[in-house]
T-cell receptor, first 115, second 113 residues
Framework: GAVVSQHPSRVICKSGTSVKIECRSL??????MFWYRQFPKKSLMLMAT?????????EQGVEKDKFLINHASLTLSTLTVTSAHPEDSSFYIC???????????FGPGTRLTVL | KQEVTQIPAALSVPEGENLVLNCSFT??????LQWFRQDPGKGLTSLLL?????REQTSGRLNASLDKSSGRSTLYIAASQPGDSATYLC????????????FGAGTRLAVHP
């Protein structure tokens, strides 16, 4: 079946540093990938839609200069949290939409903790 | 505004009970609806996907229904087991923005022996 991986699965960093999270579709191509954020005991909030070869589309209220998204290939999208602060601590989940099945497949998530 | 709501927020049942989780959405122009399972600290596992042209989908002990006219979907779990304990999320995509999934807040299910 379609598999989406995320790396790292867990990261702890100091305030002010930048953190890059990778999202890969392992056995299918995805022109569109999505980045979500989840707070404890809350649902997933869509942050941005990442399209291969073009600029990401950000949801209202999401700072594009804070959360940099790059979708350089049909199997890889990256989310960089720049100048991270403790309030950026969260669970970040990506999904990839399969060209073949038009279905979104979700990654296992990345737990970011900013000290 | 397109919204997805899930009730109850939490549910605790004894093992063996049949149960129903509810999901409602505000826009009848739905493209599809998915039910997911999420274990603590983990990602999402897709359970069932219902296209707008379908009324229900079944997988094992799970059955999901979709009623566009009333803006509702239900997830029926038969003969619940402790291993079913998790958070169940429903998510809808709507016509015109079919790539975008809007999630409900989830139902936290605990099945006790």
């Amino acid at each position: 079946g379609a598999v989406v991986s995320q790396h790292p699965s867990r990261v702890i960093c100091k305030s002010g540093t930048s953190v890059k999270i990778e999202c890969r579709s392992l056995d299918f191509q995805a022109t569109t990938m999505f980045w979500y954020r989840q707070f404890p005991k809350k649902s997933l909030m869509l942050m941005a839609t990442s399209n291969e070869g073009s600029k990401a589309t950000y949801e209202q209220g999401v700072e594009k200069d804070k959360f940099l998204i790059n979708h350089a290939s049909l199997t890889l999208s990256t989310l960089t949290v720049t100048s991270a602060h403790p309030e950026d601590s969260s669970f970040y989940i990506c999904s990839a939409r399969s060209l073949a099945t038009d279905t979104q497949y979700f990654g296992p998530g990345t737990r970011l903790t900013v000290l | 505004k397109q919204e997805v709501t899930q009730i109850p927020a939490a549910l605790s049942v004894p093992e063996g009970e049949n149960l129903v989780l509810n999901c409602s959405f505000t826009d009848s122009a739905i493209y599809n609806l998915q039910w997911f399972r999420q274990d603590p600290g983990k990602g999402l596992t897709s359970l069932l996907l219902i296209q707008s042209s379908q009324r229900e989908q079944t997988s094992g002990r799970l059955n999901a229904s979709l009623d566009k006219s009333s803006g509702r979907s239900t997830l029926y779990i038969a003969a619940s087991q402790p291993g079913d304990s998790a958070t169940y999320l429903c998510a809808a995509s709507f016509s015109g923005g079919y790539n975008k999934l809007i999630f409900g807040a989830g139902t936290r299910l605990a099945v006790h022996p």
